[in-house]
């Protein structure tokens, strides 16, 4: 079965750095050192409000980095002139708010086919692939397809934060998006506050070739250092796909 990728979202590397001003902790250089631990790729977040990573940081991670660069962005104008500009490997779409702490939830894409389409056409155009932030809602997944995305990855919040039983149906709601999203051709990732105690299950879903997972790799590298986070969230992910190929 194919390998399960991580990707390393390095936004709130650049918090820490923001908070006291200056270029210390550097995220380029967090980027570098997770690719000696194994991650697969890099993700960064660049906002409106610039809260964490910053337009020099795009720029260097998709020049500094030897790993693909998913540029997390609006869909507005001005994202797109710098995607345009760096051109990273992937853009994904996602829903934004000053208001918001982090991503509240996946974007609306059905009934936005007059706004999307030729906003993914433009960067498609110039070779990036798009990726779509949504729920793992059928309704939002075909919607997906039929607005001309490569990829969608699912939120994973809502089955991150429940317990039980409750898990146990956001698990398989991932599961059945997943396998839709094969069904239609889209390439399925999966994100959004995953940890050490949820990937196994989620990497066990054999649809899914991508996790990105960023907040809790960073908070954990406080701990036991950004390799040794990265290590151990590569061994479970790894568990889980190996799980998947036993019983397929």
Same mark, same amino acid.
């Given at each position: ?20 001003? #200056? ?27 610039r ?24 869909? %507005? ?25 982090? %991503? ?32 793992p ?39 059945? #998006? ?6 239609? #051709? ?32 960073v #908070? ?14 590569? %061994? ?13």
């Amino acid at each position: 079965m194919e390998h399960l990728r991580l990707g390393l979202n390095i936004d709130h590397v650049a918090t820490v750095r923001n908070a006291r001003g #200056g270029t210390h902790p550097d995220p380029v250089a967090a980027a570098k050192l997770a690719a000696k631990a194994g991650v697969d790729g890099i993700t960064a977040h660049l906002r409106e409000d610039r809260r964490h990573i910053r337009d020099a940081d795009i720029y260097r991670l998709k020049h500094e980095v030897g790993l693909p660069l998913n540029f997390e962005m609006a869909a %507005t104008d001005e994202m797109a002139e710098i995607a345009i500009d760096v051109l990273p490997n992937a853009c994904c779409l996602v829903p934004e708010s000053r208001e918001e702490l982090t %991503t509240e939830g996946g974007l609306v894409v059905h009934g936005s086919q007059n706004r999307l389409v030729p906003f993914i056409s433009r960067l498609q155009d110039v070779g990036i692939r798009v990726s779509l932030f949504v729920d793992p809602d059928p309704i939002q997944i075909e919607a997906a397809k039929a607005v001309g995305a490569d990829i969608i990855e699912l939120h994973a919040g809502p089955y991150v934060e429940a317990q039980g039983a409750a898990r146990a149906a956001e698990l398989t709601r991932i599961q059945h #998006g997943a396998e839709l999203a094969a069904r239609l #051709g889209l390439e399925c990732h999966v994100g959004h506050g995953l940890n050490y105690e949820t990937v196994e299950d989620v990497a066990a879903i054999p649809h899914i070739v991508e996790a990105n997972i960023g907040h809790f790799i960073v #908070g954990e590298s406080i701990m036991v250092g950004l390799e040794q986070a990265v290590r151990q969230m590569r %061994t479970l992910m790894d568990a889980g796909r190996e799980r998947a190929t036993c019983t397929s």
